[in-house]
C-alpha cells in the first residue's frame, strides 16, 4: 500500500507533464508507468492496450517476439490495442461501442482487469486466449470483458492479442533455415512472451504469477491445449481450461512445408525476405478465402524444436505433466454452424441420412444408431447436429484420456441452452465471464448454471480444484468410470454420458 500511495504522490507531481488527474489509475510495470481507468459498474480497474511485445512488421515478421522496449512518463491504457492482421470483419473486435480497431503488425498487446492495485500479489490470474481458430479473433471482442469476472472472483483477468494466420504459423525452415526454424510457431511464442510478462508484472496489478490459469474456447481452447505442450512454456502458467478445443496434436511439418510453398508460389517470390517485404494487405489477401477464413489452414507446427512432438498423443507431453486441466465441449456445438442450413430444425430421417452419407460414407448408419441410443427423444435435426458435433466431444475425452494419466483433469459437459441454437458452439462463454445474466434476454435458469460455472473456473484458478459449494462432488476424470460435470439448471456428474457416442468413434478419425 505505501508503494501505491508513493506512485499517486510521484504522479501527481507530474501533472504539469502528464496531464494525469490524481485519482486516475497508474502502475508501475518493468517497462514503465501505465495509467488505466477505474469503472463503477462493477466496481473494477481496466488497463487496455498494454503492449507486452515489439512490432512484428518489416524484418521482425515471421520471426521470435521481442519483449516492448522501455519508456519514460506515463502511457496511456485506455483504450484497446490495434487488433492482429486477419481475416472476416475486424470491425467487431472491440467492447467499446462506436471505437474502431485497425489491423496492424503493432498488435502484441493484452488488456487487465483487476478488482484492486494493491500490490499484494495475492489474487489468482486468468488469462483468456481468443477463439475463431488460428486465422482470426482478439482479446477485445465482447464476449471477453473481464470485469464481472475480476469482480466476482476476486481475481486478475487477463486477455491477449497474438499473431494469426499466415503471420504467425508459416511455417519457413525449409525455405529460411535455422534463422526461421519456429517461425510456423511464432504466434504461439507471443502467447509465451505474453505470459512472461505476465510473470513479471502481474504483482503490481494485485495478482499472483505463481498461481497463473491459462484458459480459452475454440481456438483458445487449441491454444491451451498447445502451450501444455511446448517445453519453454513450463512454470508460465500452472493450470489450464479448455473449452470445446481439445487438441491432441500440431501439425506436421511436412504438410505445414506444402503450405508455404502455396502461398509462396501464388505471391510469386521465393525468398524469406521477399515475403517480409510483401505488404501486410497483400500477404493477408493471398491466403484469404470468400468465407473470411484463410487457406490453407494455419496452426502449431510439430517442428521438432519449439513445439518438439504431438501434446498429448500418444501419451500426454513431459511438459504437461503434473499441471492440472478442465477440459469439455457443449451438447449442440455444431448448432452455430448450421444456423443458415436450408433444412434448418425440420430435417426427416432420409434427409439426415443424405446429409451425412458425403462425409462419414459408411460408417453413416452405425453413427445413427449410435446417436439415437443415446439421445432417444432427438429429432434427425438434432442427430444431425449431434453427430457432427464429433470433433468436439471425442476430441474432449481423447485429451482428457491421455492426460489424466500424467495430470488431475476434471471433464464437463456444458448442457443448458441459451438461445434457439440450443447447447451451440461458444454458448458458454457468458456464463464463464459471469456475464450471461448481465443479458435482459437471459433464459429462466441462467443465474443458476452462470453461478455453478463461473464459480468452478473461479475456483479451479484458486486451487487447482473446480469444486465449490454450489456443487455436488466433481471426481477427477479415470478411464474407467469417466465422471463428467454436465452444467444445467441443476448440475450434476454423470458418468460416461453418451457412452455409446463415444464408443461409435473408436478406431475412428473425427470428421467435421
Known amino acids: ?67 516492448v522496449a522501455k519508456w519514460d512518463g506515463i502511457k496511456d491504457a485506455v483504450k484497446f490495442g490495434s487488433i492482429c492482421p486477419q481475416a472476416g470483419d475486424p470491425g467487431r473486435r472491440t467492447t467499446t461501442p462506436g471505437e474502431s480497431l485497425s489491423p ?30 488460428f486465422y482470426a479473433g482478439a482479446g477485445s471482442e465482447p464476449l471477453y470483458d473481464g470485469a464481472r469476472l475480476a469482480k466476482r472472483g476476486d481475481v486478475v483477468v ?45 504483482a503490481t ?31 508460465l502458467f500452472h493450470r489450464g481450461i479448455i473449452q470445446s478445443g481439445a487438441r491432441t496434436r500440431g501439425m506436421p511439418a511436412d504438410m505445414a512445408s506444402k503450405n508455404t510453398k502455396t502461398v509462396m508460389a501464388k505471391l510469386g517470390v ?9 505488404p501486410m494487405d497483400d500477404l493477408l489477401a493471398a491466403v484469404v478465402t470468400a468465407t473470411g477464413r484463410t487457406t490453407p489452414d494455419f496452426g502449431p507446427v510439430v517442428d521438432g524444436s519449439y513445439l518438439p512432438a504431438n501434446m498429448f498423443e500418444p501419451q500426454a507431453a513431459p511438459s504437461a505433466s503434473g499441471i492440472p486441466i478442465v477440459v469439455g465441449s457443449n ?49 434427425p435435426w438434432d442427430l444431425m447436429v449431434a453427430i457432427r458435433s464429433n470433433r468436439f466431444h471425442i476430441g474432449t475425452v481423447r485429451l482428457a ?3 489424466s494419466k500424467a495430470s488431475p483433469v476434471y471433464v464437463y459437459s456444458f448442457d443448458f441452452e441459451p438461445s434457439p441454437l440450443k447447447a451451440s458452439h461458444g454458448s458458454e462463454i457468458a456464463f464463464v465471464f459471469s456475464n450471461a445474466t448481465a443479458s435482459p434476454t437471459a433464459r429462466p435458469g441462467a443465474k443458476a448454471v452462470e453461478d455453478a460455472m463461473s464459480e468452478a473456473w473461479i475456483a479451479f484458478a ?12 466433481w471426481p477427477t476424470y479415470d478411464a474407467r468410470n469417466r465422471p463428467t460435470m454436465v452444467f444445467d439448471v441443476a448440475s450434476k456428474v454423470v458418468n460416461d454420458p453418451r457412452a455409446s457416442e463415444r464408443k461409435v468413434w473408436e478406431g475412428r478419425d473425427l470428421v467435421r
Open 331 to 379: 451438447k449442440d456445438e455444431y448448432a452455430l454452424y448450421a444456423r443458415e442450413h436450408p433444412l434448418f430444425g425440420k430435417m426427416s430421417e432420409a434427409q439426415l441420412r443424405e446429409d451425412l452419407l458425403p462425409d462419414y460414407g459408411a460408417n453413416t448408419d452405425a453413427l445413427i444408431a449410435a446417436y439415437k441410443q443415446s439421445r432417444p427423444q432427438a429429432s
Open 401 to 403: 484420456e491421455a492426460a
Open 462 to 473: 484458486r486451487t487447482g480444484n473446480p469444486i465449490h459449494a454450489g456443487l455436488p462432488t
Open 158 to 202: 487477463v486477455t491477449i492479442n497474438h499473431r494469426l494466420n499466415v503471420f504467425g504459423y508459416l511455417h519457413l525452415a525449409d525455405v529460411g533455415g535455422k534463422e526461421f526454424a519456429t517461425s510456423g510457431n511464432v504466434g504461439v511464442q507471443d502467447m509465451q512472451l505474453a505470459l512472461e510478462w505476465v510473470r513479471d508484472n502481474i
Open 1 to 67: 500500500m505505501r508503494t501505491w500511495r508513493w506512485l499517486g504522490m510521484f504522479a501527481s507531481a507530474c501533472l504539469c507533464f502528464t496531464g494525469v488527474r490524481a485519482d486516475e489509475p497508474i502502475v508501475a510495470t518493468k517497462e514503465g508507468r501505465l495509467r488505466g481507468a477505474q469503472l463503477q459498474d462493477p466496481a473494477v480497474y481496466v488497463f487496455k492496450g498494454v503492449h507486452y511485445g515489439q512490432s512484428t512488421a518489416g524484418a521482425a515478421r515471421f520471426k521470435a517476439p521481442k519483449r
Open 104 to 133: 496492424s503488425e503493432d498488435c502484441l498487446v493484452l488488456n487487465v482487469w483487476t478488482p484492486a492495485i494493491d500490490g499484494n500479489g495475492k489474487r489468482p490470474v486468468m488469462v483468456w486466449l481468443h477463439g475463431r481458430g
Open 205 to 235: 496489478f494485485g495478482g499472483n504469477p505463481g498461481n497463473v490459469t491459462i484458459f480459452g474456447e475454440s481456438g483458445g481452447g487449441v491454444k491451451v491445449s498447445t502451450l501444455l505442450g511446448v517445453p519453454s512454456a513450463k512454470g
Open 270 to 278: 521465393k525468398t524469406v525476405a521477399e515475403l517480409q517485404a510483401v
